[in-house]
Each structure stands twice: as structure tokens, then as C-alpha cells.
């Protein structure tokens, strides 16, 4: 049995599993996981494993959650972008109301037990983080402005301080400086994909910076905040949260990141896109590293007995 | 893509089903030790400590 939407025809129970897996944004989740982990390693006070590991699963499914809201509203988007285009409702395999209450059963889910299982600051933060991706960014800064995702990357910088809130019960300046890590870094991140990725952001009427500012202001931009995120990586280790390992990381990786961000600006046509990817690509392999530094300044230094 | 969907034979619709049960159901007993454990951890030794 079939029935009609948007043009479209769903077959009623056609759903795989997998579908709903990736409803969940699986790529994503595992940036925000290891983040969220991140803090919540670097967080001072106890931490139970077991409470540990099940923060960090409210995290995952808070994360996917988001994801499945996002693409029950951003169906008409997903079906013009070739990137998108063969996800689960644009491809016919599932109805959008199916996506829909998944991703609020999932956030229901996420924020209560994270609240149980931790405390309810970081619960909180858990619900504000989902709050602002599906309904601040997704529905409304998306469609509206070109400072949809310098906005909205607000969102995909939450998880590290939910992880860090989950064991302190608080927000400080260590988390907000991991906050802000993510959240400078989300701008030349996707504009280096919107540079591109151009004419499906076009085709699908999402104002992104190149379409609505030009290619020569993105470059522009993505060089100005690649330039303060730099800086900004290097404050860790000025308010003295970090030592040695994470500055030296922080600043031989953050130095490649420029390179790469103001190679961009002399550049145009194809060159200009297959330098754009190469900064796309890199900029995920940047924000990783730099976590995992974090983490090793934090973990080795106490191994080796220095700190 | 879509086109052929909707000419899915019934046998394959209740395997999909079958499938997604099976996945819910896993999700829910991973909930339940979850839960469970989650309660002993926080619970800790009070539990011991009656009136």
C-alpha cells in the first residue's frame, strides 16, 4: 500500500533499519562524541565509567536526534542537493512525520536520562544544544541568512561543554574556551564546502556566503576567522589550562590551517574549488587533532609524572 | 531510486518490519542494563543503608 507526498511516492513500511540509523547523522555524531568526550575527560572531579559512558550515549543520541529533526524539516533542501539527495525521505524510503517523531522521542529521551544519570546543567545544556539546532538553525537562520552556520555552529559547539557540565555540574572558562574552539572553526568549514558545493546551495535557495555575499567576500571571511580561531586555539595554553604538547599542536596545526585558508584568496575557478575541498577535508582532520592534543596534554604529561 | 520502491513484495514490507522490531527491541534491553546499572552506580552504598 502507497500513498502520495510531496509528489513523491513512500512505500508504508519500507524503512530499513539502516535508515533510521542514518536519520541520526552518524558522520556528525562521531565529531560530537569524541568532543563531548573530550570534555568530559577534561573535566575535574570523578568520573564514573559507567556514568561516563552513559552521558556520552545521551550526547550520541541527543546529537542524532537533532539530525533526524533536521532532515524531517529540511526534506525539500535534501531533494535538489546531490549531497543530500539520497537520504532516507528525499529518497522516497521514509515519510517525514516517521523522522519527526523519532527525533523527539530520542530528544526526550537523551535530555531525561542524561538529567538522571549526571545533572540537570548539562541535561539543559543537552536540550538547548538540540533546541537550537533543529529549530534556531535548521528552521529558521538556515533559510534566512548567510550567517546561517556562523550562527548555528553555536550548536555543533555545545557537545564539549555538555560533556564537561556532565561531570562539574557547571559551565566555566575551560568549556566556554572549547566552545569557542568549534564555533570559530565552523565558519571556514563550511564556507570551504559552500565554495564547493556552490550550485546545490543555489539550486536549493539556501543563502549561503558565496551565493549571497560572493566568492571574493567568503575568502575574505574564511581567512579573517581562520585568523582569530588560530589565535583563539593558542588561549588554553595562556590561561594556563594546557601545557606544552597542546600549544606546540595547537600552533604547528593551526599554521597549516592558514596556510590552507589564505591560499584560498588569490585563487579562483577550479583551482580555487579543488583548494576549497582540500580545506574542507583538512579542517576536519584540524578539529580532531587539536581535541586529541587537548587530551594528551591533559592525560600524558600526568602519565609521564611532568605535570 | 523512489520509483521502485512502492512495488515492494509484502514478504519484503514484513522482513523491513521484522528487522525494525528486532532493532527496537535490542535498543530497549541495552536500555534496561543501562538503567540498571546507571541506578546501582548512583545508588552506591546507600543502598545498604536502611532505617
Redesign the interface.
Known amino acids: 500500500m ?1 500513498y502520495i507526498e510531496h509528489n ?10 539502516e535508515d ?1 540509523f542514518a536519520l541520526l547523522k552518524p558522520r556528525v555524531m562521531s565529531l560530537v562524541v569524541f568532543t563531548a568526550l573530550v570534555g568530559m575527560l577534561l573535566a575535574p572531579g570523578p568520573l ?1 565509567p ?2 561516563g559512558f ?1 552521558a556520552i ?1 545521551c550526547i550520541a543520541v541527543g546529537a542524532g536526534a537533532s539530525g533526524a529533526l533536521n532532515m524531517w524539516f529540511d526534506a525539500d533542501i535534501d531533494r535538489v542537493m546531490s549531497r543530500t539527495a ?1 537520504r532516507p525521505i528525499p ?3 521514509m515519510h517525514r512525520g516517521d523522522a519527526l517523531v523519532f527525533g523527539l522521542w530520542l530528544s526526550g529521551f537523551a535530555v531525561a ?1 542524561l538529567g ?2 549526571t545533572n540537570w546543567v548539562a541535561a539543559g545544556l543537552l536540550a538547548f544544544t538540540i533546541f537550537f539546532y533543529a529549530v534556531i538553525y535548521t528552521m529558521w537562520l538556515k533559510r534566512s541568512t548567510p550567517q546561517n552556520i556562523v550562527i548555528g555552529g553555536a550548536a555543533g559547539a555545545f557537545p564539549p561543554m555538555v560533556g564537561w557540565a556532565a561531570v562539574t555540574g557547571n559551565v566555566s572558562l575551560e568549556s566556554i574556551l572549547l566552545f569557542l574552539i568549534i564555533f570559530l572553526w565552523t565558519p571556514p568549514h563550511f564556507w570551504a564546502l559552500a565554495l564547493y558545493k556552490q550550485s546545490d546551495y543555489e539550486a536549493a535557495g539556501v543563502p549561503m556566503m558565496p551565493n549571497v555575499a560572493g566568492e571574493r567576500s567568503t575568502r575574505i571571511q574564511i581567512a579573517v576567522y581562520s585568523v582569530i580561531l588560530v589565535a583563539v586555539s593558542l588561549l588554553p595554553g595562556v590561561f594556563g589550562f594546557a601545557g606544552w604538547i597542546y600549544e606546540a599542536a595547537a600552533a604547528v596545526l593551526g599554521a597549516v590551517f592558514l596556510y590552507h585558508a589564505l591560499r584560498l584568496l588569490n585563487l579562483t575557478g577550479a583551482e580555487m574549488r579543488r583548494r576549497a575541498r582540500t580545506l574542507f577535508t583538512y579542517s576536519l582532520s584540524y578539529l580532531f587533532v587539536i581535541f586529541l592534543a587537548l587530551l594528551a596534554d591533559g592525560t600524558v604529561l600526568v602519565w609521564l609524572g611532568l605535570s | 531510486m523512489s520509483n521502485s520502491r512502492p512495488e515492494m513484495s509484502d514478504e519484503e514490507i514484513i522482513a523491513r518490519r521484522r528487522r525494525r522490531s528486532i532493532a527496537l527491541g535490542i535498543a530497549l534491553a541495552v536500555l534496561v542494563a543501562l538503567f540498571y546499572a546507571i541506578t546501582i552506580v548512583r545508588m552506591g552504598g546507600n543502598v545498604f543503608e536502611r532505617p
Open positions: 502507497a513523491d511516492t513512500v512505500a508504508a513500511g519500507a524503512a530499513q533499519v533510521y564514573n559507567v556514568i552513559a550515549l539520497n529518497s522516497g524510503r536520562v538522571l544519570a
